[in-house]
Structure formats: C-alpha cells, structure tokens
Nanobody, 115 residues
Framework: QVQLVESGGDLVQPGGPLRPSCEAS????????IGWYRQVSGKERELVAR???????DYDDSVKGRFTISRDNAKRTAHLEMNNLKPEDTAVYSC?????????WGQGTQVTVSS
C-alpha cells in the first residue's frame, strides 16, 4: 500500500520559517518525481515546487527565492523549506509522487501565516 504522509504544518508569524515534510512508503521513492501543491478553500490547487528523480527543481514564481524543495531518497522523505512566509502562503500543503501514469497524494498539512 502506497502512503504519503505530510507533517510539519503549523501557525507561524509573517516572516517566519517552516519546514514541512513528506514521508513515503510503498514506492521506490528515488524513481519518483516529488512535488508540493497548496490549496486554499474555494480556490484551485496550485503547484508550489517539484523535484524530479535526477534532483532538478522547479518553483512557482510566487515562492522563488523563499522556498526550497529537497529530497532524501535514503529516508524516502521530501522537505519544503519555507522562509519569509507571507499571509498569502496560508493553505493546505500536499505532496505528491509521480512516475509515468502513477500518481499518489498525501492528505495535506495546514500552514497558517498570521500575526
């Protein structure tokens, strides 16, 4: 059974950091492309960052220079290093794993940026 489990979401003040994680099981993690999406209630889900199996990264313009995606294949874990957080970053953040036609999603973790 494939599982992606996110953790590390929290309430943080504007300008602060956060580092949610995504741990995978049931897949050969190193072969999958990994990404983070976020969604605000009533709005479409948007891609925040992704990293492919070769380690190449891609970011949405809204988070470039503030967020860094990384992966640890030995631990089957991906991280999203988030810095200088803004209130508009508030959302449910979900990770996904993709290989060809196989797509798997986690349940999401809430990130709230507020003073």
């Amino acid at each position: 059974q494939v599982q992606l489990v996110e953790s590390g979401g929290d309430l943080v003040q504007p300008g602060g950091p956060l580092r949610p994680s995504c741990e995978a099981s049931g897949i050969i993690f190193s072969t999958y492309h990994i990404g983070w999406y976020r969604q605000v209630s009533g709005k479409e889900r948007e891609l925040v960052a992704r990293i492919d199996s070769a380690g190449r990264r891609d970011y949405d313009d809204s988070v470039k220079g503030r967020f860094t995606i990384s992966r640890d294949n030995a631990k089957r874990t991906a991280h999203l290093e988030m810095n200088n957080l803004k209130p508009e970053d508030t959302a449910v953040y979900s990770c996904y794993a993709k290989l060809s036609s196989r797509n798997y999603w986690g349940q999401g973790t809430q990130v709230t940026v507020s003073s």
